[in-house]
C-alpha cells in the first residue's frame, strides 16, 4: 500500500491564482480530511469528508473548495490564492468504525503564496 | 469549544533519560479518544500513540506511553530512555464524538541531548 499519497510536494503561486492540491489514498478508508499547519502552531481542520459524495467544512474553511467522487481521492481547490493561505497543508484519512482510530497522514505540500 | 493544552512550547532532555511531555484537554463529552503524533524536522506526521476515554490502562506502545488522568483532563506523554532521535515536535490531539477530526495542540519542541 502506497497509503496517502499528495501532490504536489513544493508549490508557489501569485496571489489571485487557483490550484489543486491532490491527495488519494489506497486502504478504502471512509474518511479523509485536509488539515493546514501555519508555523509554530497545531493543525487545524479545513474540511472533511465521511464518503464519496459527502463533505463538510472544518474550522478554517474560507477560501477552500472540496469534493469527493471516489473513495480514493479528495482534492483541495484553492480559489484564488491569497498570502495567508501560505502553509503546510496535510491530507489524511482513516476508518470511521472498528474502535481504531488512527488517522494516517499524507507527506504534506508546502504551498507559499506571493 | 473543545480545546487541547500544551503548556511546554519546548523541553530539553538528557540521551536515556525519561522525558514527559504535558497535555491537557476540554470536554463534556463522555466518548473520545487521545492521540500523540511526532513530527520530525522532514515535516511528516508519525502516529503514536492513542488513548480511549473509556480505556481503563493507560497506552503503551513501545517506550511511549501515556499517562492519562481522567478526572483531571490530562493525557501526558511519557517516553522512556530517549534517544537523539526522539528530537522532533510533539503534538497532542483528540477526536470527540460526533466531531469528524481531530483538533491538535500548539505542540512541544523535545530536544534530546548527548
Known amino acids: 500500500n502506497a497509503g496517502v499519497t499528495q501532490t504536489p510536494k513544493f508549490q508557489v503561486l501569485k496571489t489571485g491564482q487557483s490550484m489543486t492540491l491532490q491527495c488519494a489514498q489506497d486502504?478504502?478508508?471512509?474518511?479523509m480530511s485536509w488539515y493546514r499547519q501555519d508555523p509554530g502552531m497545531g493543525l487545524r481542520l479545513i474540511h472533511y469528508s465521511v464518503g464519496a459524495g459527502i463533505t463538510d467544512q472544518g474550522e478554517v474553511p474560507n477560501g477552500y473548495n472540496v469534493s469527493r467522487s471516489t473513495t480514493e481521492d479528495f482534492p483541495l481547490r484553492l480559489l484564488s490564492a491569497a498570502p495567508s493561505q501560505t502553509s503546510v497543508y496535510f491530507c489524511?484519512?482513516?476508518?470511521?468504525?472498528?474502535?481504531?482510530?488512527?488517522?494516517?497522514f499524507g507527506p504534506g505540500t508546502r504551498l507559499t503564496v506571493t | 469549544a473543545q480545546k487541547i493544552t500544551q503548556t511546554q512550547p519546548g523541553m530539553f532532555v538528557q540521551e536515556k533519560e525519561a522525558v514527559t511531555l504535558d497535555c491537557t484537554y476540554d470536554?463534556?463529552?463522555?466518548?473520545?479518544?487521545l492521540f500523540w503524533y511526532k513530527q520530525p524536522s522532514s515535516g511528516e506526521m508519525i502516529f503514536l500513540i492513542y488513548q480511549g476515554s473509556y480505556d481503563q490502562q493507560n497506552a503503551t506502545e513501545g517506550r511511549y506511553s501515556l499517562n492519562f488522568q481522567k478526572a483531571r483532563k490530562s493525557a501526558n506523554l511519557v517516553i522512556s530512555a530517549s534517544q537523539l532521535g526522539d528530537s522532533a515536535m510533539y503534538f497532542c490531539a483528540n477526536l470527540y464524538t460526533g466531531r469528524r477530526a481531530l483538533t491538535f495542540g500548539s505542540g512541544t519542541r523535545l530536544q534530546v541531548q548527548p
Open positions: 489524511a484519512s482513516r476508518v470511521t468504525s472498528g474502535g481504531n482510530y488512527e488517522q494516517y
Open positions: 470536554t463534556s463529552d463522555p466518548s473520545y479518544g
Open positions: 486502504m478504502n478508508h471512509e474518511y
